[in-house]
């Protein structure tokens, strides 16, 4: 069946000429009664009618439609784009043409809800580094205001408040540090030292730095049985050791007391490893686990502030692990632990495409 819904401007002024010819035709045949006047009056409104019908189509409508073509690309015509305002967009139908007029739509819209979605994090990342940065900085001012009040005169209270304010200022450096941080990795200013090494002796490494704030917490860390290594990756050594003390630091953290972390090592293929470490700790419910490693976003806000800490420490492993090209993920349930793994090559990157067809393990 004809679909006129697919017609080109010529074919649509093509149709509408041979109506209108036709039935001239047909009326002069009628009262003329003349083959030879009946034809020609055929050919030539035809003729003149297509002209006159392209013409319009052309002036009145496609004019119109390669400035919404130019609108919507948002740029001065190069001669490529001229080349199809002229020849190619003509051919087009209607519908095509809608078609593409939507799915510009779509795009446009897209690009707008996700604006608006940077905004609203734009706007609580702000709130809360506010909030981040008043908190020591308020209680510097009551430490400072209520000495210089006469409490300096009481050497307990003096030291009591000048060990209190120290701790503040340390929390605005910590601050500050992690911030700094996740700008230069942003930035792509912070330049990555990879080199191999066995992940499981950076490992206990780490444990071992952070023994005694474990034993204080009552928690143990250890590596899980048959994960025991060794295990090569190829990796900035000391970014990897800041990405597993903020895992570790932060399994503790919310663990149970006499709770426990674990972490794993897993040859994925000969040339991925992955890397997790998982408590038994409080969890983490669903609704927030797709936010958790934003800047500063706590999933109990007055309960991670009383446990201390600048709320920068996954977004910076993220960006750590993103900057060596892998990627990181986390499962949880409340009540039952939470496990965060990130992906890390073991093998140089131009031995890893030199080896793609052969797959030849690189020791």
Request: proline share 2%; with cysteine.
């Amino acid at each position: 069946m004809f679909n006129f819904k697919s017609l080109s401007p010529r074919q649509v002024s093509a149709v509408l000429a041979f109506a209108i010819s036709l039935l001239v035709a047909l009326a002069n045949l009628v009262l003329v009664k003349n083959w030879t006047i009946a034809m020609g009056s055929f050919l030539v409104l035809f003729l003149v009618s297509y002209l006159l019908i392209f013409y319009f189509l052309q002036q009145f409508i496609y004019r119109r439609i390669k400035l919404i073509y130019k609108f919507i690309y948002q740029t001065k015509a190069s001669k490529r784009e001229e080349f199809y305002n002229k020849y190619i967009l003509p051919q087009k139908s209607i519908d095509e043409v809608k078609e593409d007029v939507e799915q510009w739509a779509e795009q446009r819209e897209g690009e707008i809800e996700l604006l608006r979605k940077n905004e609203a994090f734009r706007k609580e990342f702000l709130q809360n580094l506010a909030h981040e940065f008043k908190t020591p900085i308020f209680a510097i001012q009551g430490y400072v205001d209520t000495l210089l009040s006469g409490a300096m005169d009481n050497p307990d209270v003096r030291k009591k408040f000048l060990q209190n304010t120290s701790r503040n200022v340390d929390r605005l450096v910590n601050l500050m540090n992690d911030l700094d941080e996740i700008s230069r990795l942003e930035s792509g200013e912070q330049i990555l030292y990879k080199q191999y090494f066995i992940i499981q002796t950076l490992i206990r490494e780490v444990i071992e730095s952070l023994s005694l704030n474990l034993v204080t917490k009552q928690v143990s860390v250890s590596i899980k049985k048959g994960c025991e290594g060794p295990t090569y990756v190829f990796a900035d050594k000391e970014k990897i050791r800041q990405v597993l003390i903020n895992l570790i630091e932060n399994s503790a953290k919310y663990s149970k007391a006499g709770g426990s972390v674990i972490a794993s090592v897993y040859t994925t293929d000969e040339f991925k490893v992955l890397i997790e470490i998982s408590d038994d700790g409080i969890g983490i419910e669903e609704e927030h686990l797709p936010r958790i490693f934003e800047r500063f976003y706590r999933t109990d806000k007055a309960r991670s502030r009383d446990k201390g800490g600048t709320g920068l420490g996954l977004a910076i492993c993220k960006h750590i692990i993103e900057a060596h090209g892998e990627s990181m993920h986390v499962r949880s349930k409340t009540d039952v632990g939470t496990t965060i793994g990130f992906t890390l090559s073991s093998i140089r990157e131009e031995e890893g495409n030199r080896n793609t067809n052969t797959h030849q393990p690189i020791p």
